[in-house]
């Protein structure tokens, strides 16, 4: 291959801030530091569950410290033990599915729709045994997957879905926003998500009022966690002092446990963040705007660029765009590695490959997956292929300026025409 010579273009990349921040945010973070009310459980944080929960369209939302928490509290909720297995979407984040390794949980990987890059429904259920407990699935890059399907496929045999809506949050599947008639889904304020709380931050959305209560104990380290328990008398003569100010370890004084379930850890979210969401939450659907007119202004781009396709978005569906996924069509003669390899040397685009498949991670991996899957999780070839051939992802944000897309259109085309002609 001939050696491509940079051009003068600043360097395009993935910004390491997914949202805009303004005065707004700044006041607020000020109104409760001057305020002396407490840094955590402050009243920001319920009104922004209240808040949150109303934006989706949910009964409940419980404010964490990260979507990974949030998934994690799912896996306790669910009680999910050694040798259940749960259904996996090959091309989760890890985050979605590294909780379950803890709990030695069996993932079971489903293939993906090679013009979604979500779960394929038809794919889940053959993989469906006695010990499936759950279905986990991720709306990749914030393009809803296509739920009712799989939500009948879970209702037949009793399972529980899990959604992993760390892009989704705004997005919109047959005119509901995602989370609306989840039983239990995570949403992500980290620094690259549409909106953030100062860099890390997540929520627990659910209309189960058990599943509700839940998270909010398994959010904070009570000593008890949660466990079966019987009235017994107070030991040794001793009893709780009736005094507010007392700081009471827990209720062993007034219980004796039967069997420990679960212990909750520290997965709260402070009251400053809590402020600047609330803030953030207000701007969300304008931020979302602003990535869609970037996103139909790169599908413009791709479709006018022969070997280039774009992503499919189911009908009635709102895409949230948190990344912009496209393909590049295997019959195109142009090596994929190459293509990302030609724009970041010669146009200093740099064009990511998400998500690596999770049959190849490394757990999996020491677990007995591998290439194709394993005994159980067979037929992996959409994502195998899709991944180490056809995926790619442009930078997208709110930061990105017309003259970035522009540089990036004819860099694009330009890169495609002289390494179709090498």
């Known amino acids: 291959m001939i050696k491509p010579e940079k051009d003068n273009h600043p360097v395009i990349k993935e910004y390491p801030v997914g949202t805009l921040f303004g005065e707004e945010e700044i006041d607020a973070i000020r109104?409760?530091?001057?305020?002396?009310?407490?840094?955590?459980?402050?009243?920001?944080?319920?009104?922004?569950?209240?808040?949150?929960?109303?934006?989706?369209?949910?009964?409940?939302?419980?404010?964490?410290?990260?979507?990974?928490?949030?998934?994690?509290?799912?896996?306790?909720?669910?009680?999910?033990?050694?040798?259940?297995?749960?259904?996996?979407?090959?091309?989760?984040?890890?985050?979605?599915?590294?909780?379950?390794?803890?709990?030695?949980?069996?993932?079971?990987?489903?293939?993906?729709?090679?013009?979604?890059?979500?779960?394929?429904?038809?794919?889940?259920?053959?993989?469906?045994?006695?010990?499936?407990?759950?279905?986990?699935?991720?709306?990749?890059?914030?393009?809803?997957?296509?739920?009712?399907?799989?939500?009948?496929?879970?209702?037949?045999?009793?399972?529980?879905?899990?959604?992993?809506?760390?892009?989704?949050?705004?997005?919109?599947?047959?005119?509901?926003?995602?989370?609306?008639?989840?039983?239990?889904?995570?949403?992500?304020?980290?620094?690259?998500?549409?909106?953030?709380?100062?860099?890390?931050?997540?929520?627990?959305?659910?209309?189960?009022?058990?599943?509700?209560?839940?998270?909010?104990?398994?959010?904070?380290?009570?000593?008890?966690?949660?466990?079966?328990?019987?009235?017994?008398?107070?030991?040794?003569?001793?009893?709780?002092?009736?005094?507010?100010?007392?700081?009471?370890?827990?209720?062993?004084?007034?219980?004796?446990?039967?069997?420990?379930?679960?212990?909750?850890?520290t997965y709260r979210m402070s009251t400053p963040q809590a402020a600047v969401g609330r803030v953030q939450l207000k701007k969300l659907d304008s931020l979302i705007e602003k990535r869609k007119n970037i996103a139909l202004h790169y599908n413009d781009i791709i479709n006018e660029i022969d070997g280039l396709r774009t992503i499919k978005v189911l009908p009635d569906c709102k895409h949230a765009w948190h990344l912009y996924s496209y393909f590049l069509d295997s019959e195109a003669g142009i090596d994929r590695n190459g293509l990302v390899k030609y724009m970041s040397d010669k146009h200093r685009i740099q064009i990511m490959i998400r998500f690596w498949p999770i049959n190849l991670d490394k757990i999996m991996r020491m677990n007995g997956c591998g290439v194709g899957g394993c005994d159980r999780c067979v037929g992996l070839d959409n994502l195998e292929r899709v991944w180490f051939r056809e995926q790619l992802s442009l930078p997208i944000s709110p930061q990105i300026s017309d003259d970035d897309i522009d540089h990036i259109a004819k860099a694009l085309m330009q890169s495609m025409n002289e390494l179709g002609t090498l």
């Open 31 to 265: 109104r409760v530091l001057q305020s002396g009310e407490p840094l955590t459980r402050g009243q920001d944080v319920e009104l922004f569950e209240k808040e949150f929960a109303e934006y989706c369209g949910a009964k409940y939302a419980v404010a964490v410290s990260s979507c990974g928490a949030a998934l994690t509290i799912s896996s306790k909720i669910l009680e999910l033990k050694p040798d259940d297995e749960v259904i996996c979407q090959g091309n989760a984040f890890w985050v979605t599915h590294n909780h379950l390794h803890k709990k030695n949980v069996r993932i079971i990987c489903a293939d993906v729709d090679p013009e979604t890059l979500n779960i394929d429904p038809d794919k889940i259920e053959p993989l469906i045994t006695k010990k499936t407990k759950a279905i986990y699935l991720m709306h990749h890059g914030g393009n809803p997957a296509d739920l009712d399907p799989i939500r009948n496929i879970a209702m037949n045999h009793g399972l529980e879905i899990v959604e992993d809506c760390a892009h989704a949050l705004g997005a919109e599947y047959k005119g509901k926003k995602i989370g609306q008639d989840s039983s239990i889904s995570c949403f992500s304020f980290s620094t690259l998500k549409n909106i953030s709380t100062l860099g890390e931050g997540g929520m627990f959305v659910t209309n189960n009022n058990e599943f509700a209560e839940l998270a909010s104990k398994y959010r904070t380290n009570y000593p008890h966690g949660i466990s079966k328990k019987r009235k017994t008398s107070p030991l040794g003569g001793y009893s709780k002092p009736q005094i507010l100010a007392f700081m009471n370890a827990g209720d062993s004084l007034d219980y004796d446990w039967t069997e420990l379930l679960e212990m909750g850890s």
